[in-house]
């Protein structure tokens, strides 16, 4: 930060918000270019909806996100899998593919 006469040492609030500054703009802007190479993704494939996929497109060549993405949809995926048995009337799980039987095993009951 040392440049056109600025003090040698700032203090540490100016170094702070500076610093959050940059990390906005630099996180807003990767946001949105990104969210623009999934919508032109879409447009080459004439559709006017942004889909999953091209977002996976558009991070193709950063291994990395990528693979963050595969993984936070994985986890989302099987939120919602779990989310589907439990049954919120009786507070229950239902006996679907087995998982149920775990589950009432681990209440206790011994019956599957």
């Known amino acids: 930060m040392f440049a056109f006469g600025d003090d040698r040492e700032p203090l540490d609030e100016t170094v702070k918000i500076l610093d959050e500054i940059v990390t906005d703009a630099a996180i807003n802007s990767f946001i949105i270019e990104t969210c623009h190479e999934a919508a032109a993704c879409a447009s080459y494939s004439r559709r006017q909806k942004i889909k999953i996929d091209d977002f996976r497109f558009a991070l193709r060549k950063d ?13 989302d995926k099987h ?20 998982i149920g039987r775990m589950v009432g095993d681990i209440g206790g009951s011994g019956k599957a």
């Open 79 to 98: 939120l919602k899998k779990w989310k589907k048995l439990f049954d919120e009337n009786d507070d229950k799980v239902e006996r679907g593919d087995g």
């Open 63 to 75: 291994p990395t996100k990528l693979g963050r993405v595969q993984e936070l949809l994985a986890m």
